[in-house]
């Protein structure tokens, strides 16, 4: 009787929220991070113009035999981890490249020479990788060597899908419209060879 | 019939370990995605945060801890597409240029400059996964992409771009130049 008088209690108590239900009792709660300062190492001063980004996704899985004794005849299931990881390679031009010999005005008319364009970044944060499957232990380290291997093939993927050279098509013509805008006449932008 | 169960069990095992051995290779591959910028890039802050965390959920006996460092860098700079002829204004040799208030255009965080220092991990507790050690790392990633704007990122990279660009129109041939920013301030990225 007291057992049950108790039970309906507690049911009741959990319908008015003040106490919490059994299902949230025993809920899996996501670890929070502690709350630390953010410290500033370095400050650059940069001149760069980036004219294109190029999304790319790509899926890696690697395999490594479990650390048990073997015996005859078996082999253990190999440990396995497979990443889906998406990165964002950005290309432009070196605007401190450029220099006086580069640029020639007379009157309304200019003539610039832009540097080769170049990747400026590759980036592929934490929230830019998923953990699609993980059987076994794998350190941080063999981890960050995946994620390194899936950073290289996109920029790879980005080369070959020519990056570079949209990159350089796209900055002569934010350069000219540049110059357009602020009064120039007759442009003639190339980049350099 | 049990020695038949354990042959049978074995046999699988055997079977899965051999079909399953293989390295590391791409599995997918997405079609790609281009975008046209026009940023100019004009700062880059280089910061560190140590990222904390520890599990101690009451209906789990023992805890586990970890310490993480953290290097990530901040790019910040004007959209110049924002520019339109209504922003420049020539007279002679004098132009005025309103530009678009600065915004924080990238974060990095490489894989290489995410370290675990230290975990510590109860008898009965299992080690963090790869998956949890990510979801620490995309807080923290989220906590200095909030904190960006009280590093002075954002003053930095509006005052170097008063300087690349005030460079720039001197060797077009200008003589006075003037640059100012919107009033009303944009959000970060």
Redesign the interface.
Known sequence: MIVAAVLVIIFLFQKIHWLPSFGD??K????????????????????????????????????K?KNLPSFP??????D???L?GKGTT?A?ID?TKID?KN?R?LKDS?SIELPRPEI??L?????D???FD?EG??S?EE??Q????M?N?IEQ??LQ?KILE?AGQ?AIL?IDN??R????KKINVEISN | MRLLSLFCL?GF??I???C???????????A????????????????????????D?W?KIGTRKILMSC?ATL?A?ID?SK?T?KN?D?QNKS?SLHLPHATL????????D???EYEDVSLLRS?F????????????????RK?ADS?GILQ?AEI?ANF?LTG??R????EKISIDYDMVNTPLQ
């Open positions: 009792l025993f899996r709660k996501p670890i929070l991070i502690a709350e630390t300062p953010i410290l500033v190492k370095e400050i650059n001063k940069l001149s760069l113009l980036s004219t294109i980004s190029m999304y790319d996704e790509v899926v890696m899985d690697s395999s035999p005849g078996l082999r253990p299931v190999p396995k981890i497979v889906i950005t432009g605007l006086e640029i005005v200019v400026q970044s980036i592929m944060n934490p929230s990788f998923e953990t993980e232990k794998w941080g981890v960050t995946i994620k390194i291997r950073r093939k993927r980005a899908n949209k796209r934010v540049l110059l805008g602020i009064g120039f | 074995f095992l055997f899965t370990a051999g399953k051995h293989h390295n590391l290779k791409e599995r997918q591959e997405k790609m995605m281009l975008k046209e910028l026009n940023d100019l890039v004009t700062v880059e802050y280089v910061v560190t945060k140590i990222i904390r965390a520890s599990d959920t209906f290097k790019r700079g110049l520019i002829e420049i020539i132009i255009l990238s974060l990095d965080i490489k894989p290489e995410l370290k675990t080690s996964s790869s998956a949890e050690i990510d979801a620490f790392a995309v807080q923290g990633e989220s906590n200095i904190s590093l930095t170097n690349i720039f129109l060797r077009l041939g200008y």
